[in-house]
């Protein structure tokens, strides 16, 4: 199955990472599998009609992460899953964006008790495989 790239221009989220996002998700969701090809940088800007360092930004984003390959030949892969940060690095990298979350949510007058939901809720959408998907 293919994966099909949706951006929304007029977002706060910079496209590549509106890029990162949807393929992680599809990796999460089982879309996508370890081996399986990305398109090309210049096939997915033309798609996109965006900048080809846009889609190649996306793409190091997930290399750093370790989530694809790029290579010689084949283009860009999912990777096999590597653990990158031991559970201690992990959770120091974790703590700055649940304070950011919480944060922004408690600004926006949300009871701990309604974060807490709306978390419980977008948790079981990844256990499902609908990742970030919000139902419409």
Avoid: C, H
Avoid at 12 to 24: F, G, K, L, S, W
Avoid at 84 to 104: D, S
């Amino acid at each position: 199955m293919a994966l099909r790239f949706v951006i929304q221009t007029g977002s706060t989220t910079p496209i590549y990472r509106q890029i990162a996002e949807q393929v992680r998700q599809a990796v999460v969701a089982g879309q996508l599998n370890v081996e399986d090809p990305l398109p090309s940088v210049r096939a997915l800007a033309e798609e996109l009609v965006v900048n080809p360092n846009t889609v190649a930004r996306a793409y190091a984003e997930l290399a750093r992460e370790g989530l694809v390959d790029a290579r010689a030949g084949r283009g860009v892969v999912i990777a096999r899953k590597r653990k990158l940060f031991t559970r201690t690095e992990g959770k120091r990298r974790l703590e700055p964006m649940l304070n950011a979350l919480i944060g922004e949510a408690m600004v926006m007058d949300f009871t701990p008790e309604e974060l807490r939901e709306a978390f419980e809720a977008k948790l079981a959408q990844w256990n499902t495989g609908q990742g970030g998907k919000t139902e419409s």
